[in-house]
């Protein structure tokens, strides 16, 4: 007998997540699995991150949190957002949760409604629906497929918006594709939603500093955008710190305070020590953040280089983030031993149960013709993995 509510029944499961744990189990059976699935750094959070922390449990920060969090810390986010950014917020502007995905939860939380509708441009990280359904709104998703980078235009923009729109949810660099929205097109997406006051943009800028064409450019940035926009960051991608769960909300103070409100009846603050740690990253030296994202480069160039080698596979070069997202449709339809792949969720089945390389289908994205790969792993294994799916890839017959 299935008691849920109907609002869990409403949700689907997390394949990214699901292509992890499939994979764990393989490794589990002593199988050589090389997991491209997880979006999560491979390196170490940076030392003197992980000093401050002893520090903080030396000191006994180990009590409740203010629920926005330490003032120190989200005094050390106003610091960054007008150095960074060039942005100016006060620290009652910034509120502080367990991790920027609670982060872009609460502010859905907080903003939609039943019969609100929510501009999701796809490819999407998954995510981004699941949250709108579960505040009883309705995901509109606009497609912007590979041969526009991946980016919605202002055109697609302003014939998505309805009277009951209330939220764009814009993800520069994206997760899953690694496209970054210059300043240009960005200016172009503001033109039209400074037509639309009751339409909020939740910028998720988690990937600020995994960027591969200079400066981050936020939309909050334009003055007309300032006061309906949202900004969510964190530390997780760009600091090493997933495990840490730290993010943040920049934002009109009214939102702040209503994500206040509804933090405070089901998280509470964030861990302090980890608070403690994230005020490090924002404070202390940047060059750690910096040898990331040259690593980082260095491996985007490895992966699109190689993928560009499989036949069938057609590749942008993405800007941001460590994702490769090849659009693969073309092995639609071909069978290898009587497993026939119908679309990407087979594919990257076949991969891993096949070639033991981990990737998650692009439905789950919203864009059933591609895959995702994280590149976030070493060259050894964007090499082997590479091989692999070319190798396995070639068995699949017409």
Partial sequence: MNNLSERLQRLSPSETLAMSQKSNELKAQGIDVINLSVGEPD????????????????????????????????????AK?????????????ISCSNGAKQSVCNVIMALVGKGDEVIVPAPYWVSYPEMVKLADGTPVIVRAGIEQDFKITPAQLEAAITPKTKALILCSPSNPTGSVYSKEELSGLAAVLAKHPQVYVIADEIYEHINYVGKHE???????????????????????????????????EWIVKACNKLQGQYTSGPCSVSQKAAEAAYTGTQAPVEEMRQAFERRRNLIVE??????????????G???????????????????????????AMFLLEVGHVACVGGGAFGSPECIRMSYATSDEN????????????????A
């Fill in 306 to 319: 190689l993928a560009k080698e499989i036949p069938g596979f057609e590749v942008n070069i993405p800007q």
């Fill in 43 to 78: 390196f170490n959070t940076p030392d003197h991150i992980k000093e401050a922390a002893k520090q903080a449990v030396d000191e006994n920060f180990s009590r409740y949190s203010p629920v926005p969090g330490y003032p120190a810390l989200r005094n050390a986010i106003v």
């Fill in 321 to 347: 983030a460590f994702y490769l997202f090849p659009k693969c449709d073309s092995y639609f339809g071909k069978s290898y031993e009587g497993r026939t792949i119908q679309n990407a969720a087979d594919l």
């Fill in 81 to 93: 957002l007008k150095n960074e950014n060039n942005l100016d917020y006060t620290a009652a502007q």
């Fill in 382 to 397: 964007i090499v082997e993995s590479m091989k692999r799916i070319k190798e396995t890839l070639a068995l699949l017959k």
């Fill in 218 to 252: 936020s939309i909050a940035q334009f003055p007309e955008m300032k006061e309906n926009t949202i900004i969510v960051n964190g530390v997780s991608k760009a600091y090493a710190m997933t495990g840490w769960r730290i993010g943040f909300i920049a934002g009109p």
